[in-house]
């Protein structure tokens, strides 16, 4: 017994040993933590209730649509220059800067797609320490000693900066003299006693912070709230959690791999954008800041059972709140305030703010194929044919950094790749595209065109005694191009002319990487924030917005690549980043960078993707299968099933893992794979559609289940289903071997359409949905026409004259509503009133087309092959259409009584006309 009890119990310890090495992937110690970063120790160790700032009320001017003042520190005398602006759409905005600095102090620029346009405001009501002004329904209080501002939505306070007195505003300063405090100490006036406040040191690096300390910091209490969402990027649950004794959620752009889940730890991208809801109303803040940002939350509704037996012991009945304290290193406080008051107008309010992605080309909706990195042209063409020969739909084949000639971006290796040219003509042959990277490193190799120019020019970053910044990346050793610099920008665009980048075409399209910036020799495998850009400006002031920049300059560049210079015949540019800052989803679609093939990592990609979203950026995916490790096949048939309900639908592993194309798996995951790729190609017009409105609205395409249904309660914690547009619910399967999956129908008076089965559910509960291998939940919304095409190519490209199918799905008044838009896929005509947006209505047994924009055209030769209608009680079902000629035509019919579905079959009508089809 003791010799079967022994091995048993090394056996077990063995095993749990190994689980912690697998889950612990990450060095934490590559990477601080908030009491290791200075700034970030400073602003949480302020004592709430104790604001020093105060805003001298006898010093405001009224404008028509700004009040300014002087707003004072009355520890240390510095005052400081603020601006309340009343901008239009139910906004405001905040800045507070030194009144007379020693050195100007960085304000943001980019991110902002234009000045944002003011609105008329008016002194509503003076008090002897507050001043309150209005701006159409809503007001906004400034209180003087302490400084407090509230923001009301129309008579609701909803908002309020600096009620925990938490603002902080360090001014420039000279550096005081050493007086025997320990190394690296330094006091002045009491005031600034952290050791790393004139310099720091992290590990073996050196930051030499010749300015000091410069921090800015501002808390919001969101009065109400019940929820907040947003600041991303963070592989963390969609509703912010009470960070607490833990480390804030930080904002600091950084190459993470195989990164951590449920954690607040920065990742790639870093958009300081929150939205707080409750069932009342929804509001936005956005802290327009690049630097490096930490951000504490504190909720005092927060669902967890600790708190709940708390509550419940004392009787509490707290109304509920969430507070969120910003602490960025540098920089000036500017923050924008959105009133709502629901869901919708915060994304329109913000979006106006940073823009909205542009409409993207129809192929960059399809699937994408990826690896690091397919060997060499013959490589391309086998994966190219394979996904023929096994009937899979597919848009793009990616090619990773050996592709090119020694990590020389802009080139091809002569050997592997030498017909690059022939090799996308094979491609775009077929419906194809083909798409490569260039990475913000440039190699430091005197036979590099690049190089030399940028060494020549001076277009390097450079490190703080002016030289040329070097730094480890692929290539060895390397600069960086300043993007800071317009010029350097300008250069940068023109390398993707097709003069200067040899065997490039049209059909070839970018993916930027790398561009936190990363470096892996650098502190936390970035650039030193000590070094020097364009203006005199540190890193550490524009870090967050370094790839942000460069996306600026590639899709620039590949706007003007052909010299067309009708701007709406243009070809749209596709662009992939792993980085990004507020706006950067006006030039890019991004990733959530280097996951691993684990059910926890495909399990975050959804409210990872959904945090992004509801913060401007909704062109978002993740790496289907998992960039690192080797999916078993359950894990690889999920990760393509949830795949397909995410905007951006890539396929791509790491150079160490063994092959994992679809056909190289068994003959049943093959099949899957399939039939996920061809579900969603028949999706694409909706995507399509959904994009569209984005571009209009802000909407965000894929959103949370309470952005549709804000009264809904139980869904402000959902995270593991989503809405596509506001008529699709998925539920993706991301737990492995499970025969049944939770789901919850939101909406009192809703009806849900199984999509599988066109079973009618009519419930607003959880319910338990039987599944296996084949089956992912997902469900059309009653009262919603949505189009697909059913008729599956190789290629999207192959299919924009194919027929299309409406799916009309009837809500209990039996009415539906929907869209369509059509263009012709790639230039940007439909910006010049050149595409198609048809609105679809159903009621009094009637199914209506018209342009829903008059005077928009589009010659689509594309047609109705075929109208579904789901929730048709019995009746005569008979049908006719009346074309926009006047024609009448009898329709063939067939209705299932047992689904109440009615499929009117070849109606044969023009999607370029109106019409109408009758039910008799």
């Not at 006006?586 to 990872?608: C, F, K, Q």
């Not at 289903?721 to 009192?748: C, D, H, W």
Request: hydrophobic share 35%.
């Amino acid at each position: 017994m003791i010799r079967i009890q022994r091995p048993c119990f090394w056996t077990f310890l063995s095993v749990v040993c190994l689980l912690i090495c697998h889950v612990q992937t990450v060095d934490r110690n590559n990477f601080k933590s908030c009491e290791q970063s200075s700034f970030c120790r400073r602003c949480r160790k302020m004592e709430a209730g104790r604001s020093v700032y105060e805003l001298q009320l006898e010093t405001l001017q009224v404008t028509e649509s700004q009040v300014v003042g002087t707003l004072v520190n009355t520890d240390n005398g510095t005052h400081f220059h603020t601006t309340l602006t009343a901008l239009t759409d139910g906004r405001w905005r905040l800045e507070v800067d030194e009144a007379q600095p020693q050195r100007t102090r960085y304000r943001v620029q980019h991110s902002l797609q234009q000045e944002p346009p003011r609105d008329r405001l008016e002194i509503a009501e003076k008090t002897e320490n507050s001043v309150t002004v209005k701006c159409g329904a809503n007001k906004v209080v400034l209180v003087g000693a302490p400084f407090r501002l509230d923001v009301y939505t129309g008579d609701v306070l909803t908002i309020s900066a600096n009620a925990r007195g938490l603002m902080r505003f360090e001014h420039h300063r000279n550096k005081p003299q050493q007086t025997g405090e320990q190394e690296g100490e330094h006091i002045e006036n009491n005031e600034i006693t952290d050791p790393g406040a004139w310099e720091e040191n992290y590990k073996s690096h050196h930051d030499s912070k010749p300015r000091g300390p410069e921090a800015v910091a501002l808390d919001f209490s969101f009065v109400g709230a019940e929820q907040a969402y947003g600041v991303p990027e963070h592989a963390d649950s969609l509703a912010l959690k009470s960070t607490g004794k833990g480390d804030p959620y930080r904002l600091y752009n950084l190459d993470v791999f195989e990164y951590e889940i449920n954690n607040g730890m920065a990742l790639y991208a870093a958009v300081p954008f929150v939205l707080a809801h409750s069932a009342a109303h929804s509001v936005g803040v956005f802290w327009h800041n690049t630097a490096e940002t930490w951000v504490d939350v504190v909720s005092n509704s927060d669902n967890n059972v600790v708190s709940s037996i708390v509550n419940f012991v004392s009787g509490s009945s707290k109304d509920p709140q969430v507070d969120v304290h910003f602490m960025s290193e540098s920089g000036i406080v500017d923050v924008f305030f959105m009133t709502g008051p629901r869901p919708h107008d915060v994304f329109r309010q913000y979006s106006a703010l940073t823009g909205t992605a542009p409409l993207p080309p129809y192929f960059a909706l399809g699937y994408h194929q990826c690896r690091w990195n397919y060997n060499d042209q013959e490589d391309v063409d086998m994966v190219n044919r394979g996904f023929d020969h096994y009937d899979l739909p597919m848009d793009v084949i990616w090619l990773d950094i050996e592709h090119t000639d020694n990590k020389k971006y802009f080139t091809w290796d002569n050997y592997k790749f030498s017909k690059p040219t022939e090799m996308q003509q094979n491609l775009t042959a077929v419906g194809r595209k083909l798409v490569v990277i260039v990475d913000p490193h440039i190699k430091r190799d005197s036979n590099y065109f690049l190089h030399n120019d940028a060494t020549d020019n001076g277009y390097y970053v450079k490190n703080k005694d002016g030289s040329d910044y070097e730094g480890w990346c692929w290539p060895g050793s390397s600069s960086y191009l300043d993007v800071v610099n317009p010029v350097v920008r300008d250069y940068f665009s023109s390398r993707y002319s097709l003069a200067n980048y040899q065997g490039s075409t049209d059909n070839l399209f970018i993916w930027n990487d790398m561009n936190e910036p990363s470096v892996f020799n650098g502190p936390e495998v970035t650039m030193p924030k000590d070094c020097i850009h364009h203006g005199g400006w540190e890193h550490r002031d524009i870090h967050n917005q370094y790839g942000h920049l460069m996306l600026m300059a590639s899709y620039n560049g590949l706007l003007n690549r052909a010299g067309e210079t009708d701007p709406a015949k243009r070809k749209r540019p596709f662009i992939l980043t792993r980085s990004g800052f507020a706006g950067t989803q006006r030039y890019a679609a991004i990733w959530t960078g280097d996951n691993a093939a684990e059910w926890s990592h495909l399990a975050v990609s959804i409210p990872m993707c959904l945090s992004l979203a509801i913060s401007g950026y909704s062109f978002c995916g993740a790496d289907v299968g998992g960039f690192f490790k080797y999916p078993d096949s359950e894990l690889f048939m999920r990760w393509y099933q949830t795949g397909a309900f995410l905007p951006f639908y890539r396929a791509h592993s790491h150079l160490d893992t063994k092959r994992r194309e679809p056909w190289l798996y068994d003959a049943q995951t093959l099949a899957v794979v399939r039939d996920s790729l061809r579900l969603r190609y028949t999706f694409l017009p909706y995507w399509y559609t959904v994009f569209y409105q984005h571009n209009m609205t802000g909407a965000p395409v894929i959103r949370p289940l309470w952005a549709e249904f804000p009264e809904d309660r139980p869904t402000f914690t959902i995270d593991n289903q989503l809405m596509i547009g506001n008529a699709i619910m998925a539920r993706p399967v991301t737990e492995s071997k499970v025969q049944q999956v939770s789901v919850y129908f939101p909406g009192a008076d809703e009806i849900w359409y199984d999509l599988d089965t066109f079973q009618a559910i009519h419930t607003h509960s959880v319910v338990n949905i039987p599944v296996d291998i084949h089956k992912v939940p997902h469900y059309q919304r009653g009262g919603t026409i949505v189009p697909r095409r059913f008729r599956v190519r190789r290629s999207s490209s192959l299919t924009h004259e194919d027929p299309y199918t409406l799916i009309v799905a009837l809500g209990i008044n039996g009415t539906a509503h929907g869209n369509l838009y059509i263009d012709d896929g790639e230039t940007f005509q439909y910006l010049h009133n050149q595409g198609l947006y048809l609105d679809f209505k159903f009621e009094n047994n009637q199914l209506t087309s018209s342009f829903a924009l008059p005077n928009h055209h589009y010659p689509t030769k594309a047609w109705l092959e075929r109208v579904v209608i789901v929730g048709l009680p019995p009746g005569t079902k008979k049908a006719k259409a009346v074309s926009s000629d006047g024609k009448s035509i009898e329709l063939e019919t067939l209705y299932d009584s047992s689904l109440q579905l009615l499929t009117v079959r070849k109606p044969g009508l023009s999607m370029a006309s109106e019409w109408k089809i009758t039910l008799l």
